[in-house]
């Protein structure tokens, strides 16, 4: 059985995914800082005939993410899929934004993710495949957003975090690639104090191509297509999945 490890997997679009690869037939290792949501979706997954164990994980601690995938390691083997999926949208406009307020959102959103791709690849060499699946946003690849540009510039890093660990890790036979999620229905971006808020939101589907908001599982199904045999060839990609958005006109 393959295994994925994904962090920030008790709400949102890693819950979602979480669930997804569980359908899939993954043992999932369900992280998060979020105990209570994080156990609930391990227990669902188990309750719907699949596989899964909770780990709380902070991103923030390199001790913790190295002593989570050493106890995963020790039980399932190397593990075949990591998921970068947690992070933060603070607003804080430029004449806030301290030295560590950006730094805080950084250790997170960028910081976390290598911490956890560095934990897991050692295995993933030695066994010669693995895939790792890294979230940025389309305020990362495409738009600024104002009060937001730490958000911005961490999920900017991650676009180059994917290119160079894919370039490094390609010839051990792992593929490394990003999703940038355009406007997603998760509590993230219906937080009326970080981000948009439920009526903006509602209000941005007018302007997609597709004509709705994005939903967590349609960030999720694309998660596992990447974790996939089907993407064997695609490696150093972040793939932008918002409905149209980025390619529309008003
Ligand atoms: N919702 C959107 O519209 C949207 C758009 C683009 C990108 N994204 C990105 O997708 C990812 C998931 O976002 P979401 O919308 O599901 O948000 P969310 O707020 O619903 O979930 C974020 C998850 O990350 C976890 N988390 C936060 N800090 C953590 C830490 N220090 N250690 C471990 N886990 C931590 C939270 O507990 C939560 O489970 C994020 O990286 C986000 O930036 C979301």
Redesign the pocket.
Known sequence: MKTVLI??????????TALAFGAAGYHVIV????EA??SKVAIEIVAGGGSADFHS????STERCNEVVALVEKQYGAIDCLV??????HKIPLSELTDAKWDHTF???LK?MMRLARAVAPAMKAKKSGSMIC??????VAYGWDDHIH?SAA?SGVVGLVRGLAVELGAHGIRVNG???????????L?VEH?VGPEA?EAAAAYIPLKR??E?DD?ADVVVFLASQGARYLTGQVITVDGGLLVGRY
């Open positions: 962090t920030g997997a008790g709400i949102g679009i890693g819950r979602s992280t998060d800082i979020l949501e994080g994980l902070d991103v923030r970068n999926n947690a992070g933060i949208a250790d997170i959103d976390g979230m940025s946003s389309i305020m990362g958000y999920k999703i940038a999620p355009g406007y997603i229905r998760t509590a993230q971006a937080s981000s939101l908001i994005g967590p960030i």
